[in-house]
């Protein structure tokens, strides 16, 4: 018989409770898994459901085109969805007769369209040749936007040439019911493919108004370029009265700083505040003291850095731990002087508001 010592009680308590913190824990992550997959698939849907309206849209007024880029998105989530290998088959050549995207160790094929008349499958079936009925047992038809409710008008002789199937007829809405039956790790990556490139895709499904202006644009994401320059400059030129500066010299300064990103000010205006003297009135700045204090990936400030040192404003640091030597001119240096002693750097430099050098 074998004795229940309480050290061994003690053991199996432990043993017990750790048991059922891992179940615990367990339950949490499954949990946690859950909400987020439940997240996914809303987003999807919704995004899904907003690009299918953006292309109805379209077809309403004769817009049924679509490029490459859009073709390759759907490739992709095609391929993330029924766990293929879809190519575009257009690659090769101007058009493939037939077939968009075809996998051949799969043995599928989908013809990618926005029209979804029978009209549109009588033709694609009437283009699908000998060739690819031989290489493809499974031929689809993916319609973006909303498929009719009936195909009656579907040839059944064309049909029969390559075991096409009404039911392979499929539109967005269909792909969004697939999406619930996915695992989370498909969903995660159609989650990560929107995330990158849905955005893009549904810009290219943009209508222009009458004057041919998309209402995504570039152009709106363009920085504005700062006008607020000084009239008289009287308080600065107060501050250095031997400096034989005029006003086309803060104009030349002016331009030059507005050529730079207001971020890549923001990071001018924190160098001249950590840094320490340097040169000729310019300030020298530890690389591995600005890259701690500021908390930006590492490549980010590596290419601010790269735009300062390429509009004249830095010198290219040198050597394993390099301290940044900035370069600006006698002008622009009393000109932050002037913002420092005033305690308003920031709005000079970065808003670049200088109304504020006049009296």
């Known amino acids: 018989m074998i004795r229940e010592y309480p050290w061994n009680r003690k053991t199996t ?75 575009n088959l257009n690659e090769g050549r101007s058009n493939e007769p037939g077939l968009d995207l075809g996998d051949l160790k799969s043995k599928m094929a989908f013809q990618v369209t926005s029209t979804a008349k029978s009209d549109k499958i009588n033709d694609t079936l009437q283009r699908i040749n000998e060739i690819q009925c031989d290489q493809y047992d499974e031929i689809g038809i993916f319609i973006l936007g909303k498929k009719q409710n009936s195909y009656v008008a579907v040839k059944q002789d064309l049909m029969d040439k390559c075991n096409f199937q009404l039911d392979s007829i499929m539109d967005i809405a269909d792909l969004g019911k697939h999406l619930v039956t996915l695992d989370y790790e498909r969903l995660y990556s159609l ?39 000084c009239e008289n400059a009287k308080d600065f030129f107060k501050m250095f009265p031997d400096g034989g500066y005029s006003l086309e010299d803060l104009e030349v300064s002016f331009k030059k700083l507005g050529q730079l990103p207001r971020v890549t000010r923001e990071l001018l205006e924190i160098m001249i505040s950590i840094g320490t003297d340097g040169p000729f009135d310019n300030y020298l700045v530890d690389y591995q003291e600005l890259k701690r204090k500021l908390k930006i990936p590492e490549q980010e400030l590596k290419e601010e850095i790269g735009i300062l040192m390429r509009k004249g404003f830095a010198y290219d640091p040198e050597g394993p731990d390099p301290e940044i030597s900035l370069k600006m001119d006698t002008v622009t240096t009393d000109i932050i002087y002037f913002a420092m002693e005033r305690d308003c750097l920031g709005k000079i430099l970065v808003s670049m508001d200088f109304t504020l050098l006049d009296g």
């Open 191 to 229: 989650h990560k493919l929107f995330e990158r490139e849905f955005q893009i895709v549904l810009t290219e499904f943009e209508i222009p108004n009458n004057e041919g202006v998309y209402p995504t644009s570039l152009f709106d994401k363009l920085e504005i370029a700062p006008t607020t320059f």
């Open 13 to 87: 308590e432990i043993n017990e409770r750790s048991i059922g913190l891992q179940l615990i824990s367990k339950f949490v992550k499954n949990c946690l898994i859950m909400l987020t997959r439940g997240h996914i698939i809303g987003k999807l849907i919704d995004d899904l459901a907003v690009l299918q309206s953006q292309i109805q849209l379209r077809c309403q007024i004769g817009l049924t085109d679509l490029n490459k880029f859009s073709e390759d998105f759907i490739k992709e989530v095609l391929n993330i969805t029924f766990d293929i290998q879809l190519k």
